[in-house]
Structures are given as structure tokens and as C-alpha cells.
């Protein structure tokens, strides 16, 4: 899967369908940008494409930002990549420990909070 590149100059709207055809095709998009202006087209295409995406296919997406190092002409640059994904159900592992903390909770119910100005909603 190639990584689309999108500098300060890319129109949002050729993005946005460059996105949504990759994800289409493999599952998953990568999107990488260097400098503000790159990665705001980024962000812009990618509200796009999740539209495309959401209203002709149904599909329901996520976008994870990261920050990657790139060798660019021998030297190193601090990019931003957004790993755009389907968005899925909690694994089954995180549902059973999430019934775990209400185990908890029933055993040690919290029935009288403690006196403490800081709970206290006028402290804000």
C-alpha cells in the first residue's frame, strides 16, 4: 500500500478521493504531511473522504495521528502521519475488563463521597 504524500499545494478534493479509492481498496489508508500547511489540506481531505466514505459506501472510519521520522535529501524531518482505519468494536479482551471494574464498583460501592472541597461543583 503506497503512503499518500500531500504538501501545502494539494487540492483537498483529489486527496479526499485518493483516501477513500486506497481505503476502498485495502482496508486501511496511510496519509503523511511535513509543515502546517500540509497538514492542514490533510485534515481538511480527510473530513472529505470520511464524508465519501460514510454517505456512498457505509463504511465507518477512524484516523489515528502519529508522528514519523523521514529521510528527506540526507536529512532527517519530523512528519505527521494519519493512519485512517474502520472503526471497529472494542475487542473482547477490553469488554471483559471493563465488566471487571463493575464488579468492583458493586463490591465497593461508594455510597457516602468523602467531604472534600475539591468535589465540592462551587470550588469551580
Known amino acids: ?3 499518500i504524500k500531500v504538501s501545502a ?3 483537498t478534493s483529489a486527496v479526499a478521493g485518493a483516501i477513500a479509492g486506497v ?3 485495502h482496508g486501511r489508508a496511510e496519509v503523511q504531511a511535513i509543515g502546517a500547511g500540509a497538514v492542514n489540506q490533510s485534515v481538511k481531505a480527510l473530513v472529505l ?3 465519501y466514505l460514510k454517505e456512498r459506501d457505509n463504511l465507518d472510519v477512524a484516523c489515528v495521528p502519529e508522528f514519523v521520522d523521514v529521510e528527506i535529501e540526507d536529512k532527517v524531518r519530523t512528519a505527521i502521519k494519519l493512519v485512517i482505519e474502520e472503526r471497529g468494536s472494542a475487542p473482547t479482551d ?3 475488563e471493563l465488566d471487571s471494574l463493575d ?3 458493586e463490591e465497593y460501592p461508594l455510597e457516602h463521597p468523602p467531604e472534600s472541597g475539591l468535589l465540592d461543583p462551587s470550588a469551580f
Open 9 to 11: 499545494r494539494s487540492r
Open 1 to 3: 500500500m503506497d503512503i
Open 94 to 96: 477490553e469488554l471483559s
Open 103 to 105: 464488579e468492583i464498583k
Open 23 to 25: 481505503f476502498r481498496e
Open 49 to 51: 473522504a470520511i464524508s
